[in-house]
């Protein structure tokens, strides 16, 4: 699976909204981007994934470029219980394939 | 409602025994997970099982074991092999394609 590169921490205020980058320039064609989030002492919760359409659902958007090397979460109005850690992940969507997790970015949302 | 169920919460065992955590899913799955978590650290994969009967080693399989008797349940065992067994342990279940991984709320492993 590609690796990918993500900021360490990032801060955002109550209301704006919150983008994400991640990048993954090694990342092959049968590769999906998928997004997790982790708040504190809970399990990963799954939020968005895409291969190369943007795609947008109840929680986020997901916006790929068309080189496919890098994309950005988009929290639109972000709240305060939107603080945790967001995972990038890029795996191949056949089988059960493991998924593997950085070190992810640490999201504050401050009021 | 569908989901996944590890318990106990939280656990604390003396140094030197074994210890297993459990994990239940009721999402008729086919793949369970087991990672492990350190303070401010990401998940590291433990081991992984496919189908019932079979599972792989993953990145730090080493101190531990599991088991894959039914599709349901797929539990860890904490062994005194482990060095540093004190840990927060997570397992996760995915079809074989899909939107990803459900996770459970994790088991939080305290050795003294």
């Known amino acids: 699976d590609a690796k990918t590169t993500q900021p360490t921490s990032m801060d955002c205020a109550e209301g704006r909204a919150a983008n994400l980058p991640c990048n993954h320039s090694?990342?092959?064609?049968?590769?999906?981007v998928y997004w997790y989030r982790q708040i504190h002492s809970q399990g990963p919760q799954y939020i968005i994934h895409?291969?190369?359409n943007n795609e947008t659902n109840e929680m986020a958007s997901l916006i790929i470029t068309e080189d496919r090397k890098s994309s950005t979460l988009i929290l639109p109005h972000a709240t305060l219980r939107d603080t945790a850690v967001y995972y990038c992940?890029?795996?191949?969507?056949?089988?059960?394939?493991?998924?593997?997790f950085g070190q992810g970015t640490r999201l504050t949302i401050n009021p | 409602d569908g989901g996944i169920t590890q318990s106990p919460k939280y656990l604390f065992r003396k140094e030197g025994q074994n210890v297993t955590l459990s994990c239940e899913q009721n999402?008729?799955?086919?793949?369970m997970y087991w990672y492990r978590q350190d303070p401010g650290q990401g998940l590291r994969l433990i081991y992984y099982?496919?189908?019932?009967?079979?599972?792989q080693k993953g990145d730090i399989a080493e101190g531990y074991s599991v088991s894959r008797e039914k599709k349901e349940s797929f539990p860890l065992t904490v062994t005194s092999a482990q060095k540093n067994p004190t840990a927060f342990y997570l397992c996760?279940?995915?079809?074989?394609?899909?939107?990803?991984?459900?996770f459970g709320s994790g088991t939080r492993l305290t050795v003294v």
């Open positions: 090694t990342i092959s064609g049968n590769e999906y």
């Open positions: 996760a279940s995915s079809i074989e394609t899909g939107y990803g991984y459900t």
């Open positions: 992940i890029v795996r191949v969507d056949q089988g059960a394939q493991k998924l593997v």
């Open positions: 895409g291969l190369k």
């Open positions: 999402l008729n799955h086919d793949a």
């Open positions: 099982s496919q189908i019932v009967n079979d599972f």
